[in-house]
């Protein structure tokens, strides 16, 4: 009997590899977070991860330009380090291309990170260059992170209050999946000023990422639709809590904390979107009018 | 007027792309070695580095096991910091599966990995899983080196000579290039016996290898075609030039230290292979006959 990698999803694949991996001892966090927890020596420690877009799968080159390719490829990396309360600070690109494609167009892939680069204080030092059949662009990242404060999925406690960043749903729709703002300053704001117990950046969809949180932390997340800040392309709940590459902020703050959080970061809206109710991994949803219901664990699926 | 990829070549792209990076005091070295060398304070210098393997372009499915595939894209980015005269400590896979692939073949992959990873004391950390039309694998890899000690490839001077590790040629035809052993005792032997100049790990031919030296050092090496180590798949000294993925290592070291370079470390032999022979980039083959015959910058062509 034969099983296919469609058939197993992406999250039983990445379990089945995680138990089979290698460790060390200077691995403070390895698979399966935003990013691996390194020690290095010295106050900092090592943040480690890795993004990768693949034309058809992420993108194609008719809808999305080149540029926005470029700067997505490091923004969704620097994302994730904003995610463990870190500070991105090198990067290295490989990148696959088809033999017959346009210098022009390469250009523009490599100004988009370039600009992205700057903005956010990464050097680009390194990568591959390399023939495929369709567009591939990986990043790889390393950040900064103070030791022992990086902010892992697997702490959320029972009386958590849960927020979000930005509005949610419709980045594909909208392009906006290739021009997001990763939420590096207000992580690092919120880095400062509360205590954050988890914290996620969403990729996969809302309702695919509270999962995450609720398996590693071993707890139930109870989100109110009502409260969900849906955005203007998105339209309904359904979007917002299916709809992937939003790139804001899942975060789990202590009940006594969440006063602390403002309603905005500069313009940046921050939304209490539920609570961790219960200890066992779960989500659910409360309806408009009260009814509890189960949320699946679905969103972008990449297979 | 639109050029291609494929009419600029890929060390055209890569010097193209090199210039417009930015720059950060932290970097010592950036694009253009095997390996950045970063600064992050301590005793010990980051090295950072990645190589991507495609289907198709590196290898097919049909002709490679997995395991192989597996093991190549670790091994040759552990070569690659065992050419700066590191050691390898951590590393993260971006992988891109088609939709159909069968699990057993991913498995497979995975092995192939965590051999590479165990033998060479790498800790797998991270990384990502997504659908792609071929298979993809993209690996970054992070070493350590004492700080000021990595080996680049712009310190060859004139009255080096000239070494490689191993026999050269026939890689891909004789399948070593998905079962190498990375160079990387023996890269440690040298670092800590012999002061070496410059070093490279040779993986698109020796011939283009040795202009990544002539290049970056600005000098121009002279080879003598009689002494090279030519592999029995290989048979002829063209091969041994122009065939890629040998994955050995190419390095310059002082005259009066030459001596000091055993014929072999361990069970691999090193073989004296020429000399730095002026100043300007050049490479330059002695014929049997003596005749001295300029050595043109081919090899494994990406595009």
New interface residues.
């Given amino acids: 009997m034969?099983?296919?990698?469609?058939?197993?999803g992406?999250v039983q694949?990445?379990e089945r590899?995680r138990c089979?991996?290698?460790?060390?001892a200077?691995?403070r966090v390895?698979?399966g977070?935003d990013?691996?927890v390194?020690r290095?020596?010295?106050?900092?420690e090592?943040l480690?991860?890795?993004?990768?877009l693949?034309e058809?799968?992420?993108f194609t080159r008719r809808t999305t330009p080149a540029q926005g390719i470029g700067w997505k490829a490091l923004a969704c990396n620097i994302s994730d380090i904003a995610a463990m309360g870190g500070v991105p600070?090198?990067a290295?690109?490989?990148?696959?291309?088809?033999?017959?494609?346009?210098?022009?167009w390469?250009d523009g892939l490599?100004r988009g990170l370039?600009r992205c680069?700057?903005r956010y204080?990464v050097?680009?030092?390194?990568?591959?260059?390399?023939?495929?059949?369709?567009v591939?662009v990986?990043v790889?990242i390393?950040g900064r992170v103070p030791a022992g404060r990086a902010v892992l999925r697997r702490r959320a406690r029972v009386g958590d209050r849960l927020f979000v960043t930005g509005r949610l749903g419709g980045s594909l729709a909208s392009g906006r999946h290739a021009r997001f703002t990763p939420r590096l300053r207000e992580a690092q704001w919120l880095m400062r000023h509360v205590p954050v117990h988890a914290m996620i950046d969403l990729s996969d969809g809302l309702a695919s990422d509270l999962w995450q949180i609720a398996r590693a932390s071993r707890v139930t997340l109870r989100i109110d639709a009502a409260s969900l800040p849906v955005s203007r392309t998105a339209r309904t709940v359904r979007h917002a809590l299916m709809d992937g590459e939003d790139f804001e902020l899942l975060f789990a703050v202590a009940a006594h904390a969440a006063g602390g959080v403002p309603r905005a970061i500069g313009r940046v809206p921050v939304t209490a979107i539920g609570v961790v109710a219960a200890r066992g991994a779960a989500v659910q949803l409360v309806n408009r009018d009260g009814r509890i219901q189960p949320l699946i664990p679905t969103g972008f699926k990449?297979?």
Avoid: N
Avoid at 92 to 104: E, M
């Fill in positions: 034969s099983v296919t990698v469609a058939e197993l992406e694949l990445i590899l089979r991996m290698p460790r060390a200077s691995v390895g698979i977070d990013a691996a390194l290095w020596g010295g106050r900092d090592l480690f991860a890795s993004d990768m693949i058809g799968t992420h600070r090198f290295v690109v490989s990148i696959g291309l088809p033999r017959g494609i346009r210098l022009s390469v490599y370039r680069a700057r204080g050097a680009l030092v390194g990568g591959d260059t390399v023939r495929a059949p369709c591939v990986d790889a390393l990449h297979f």
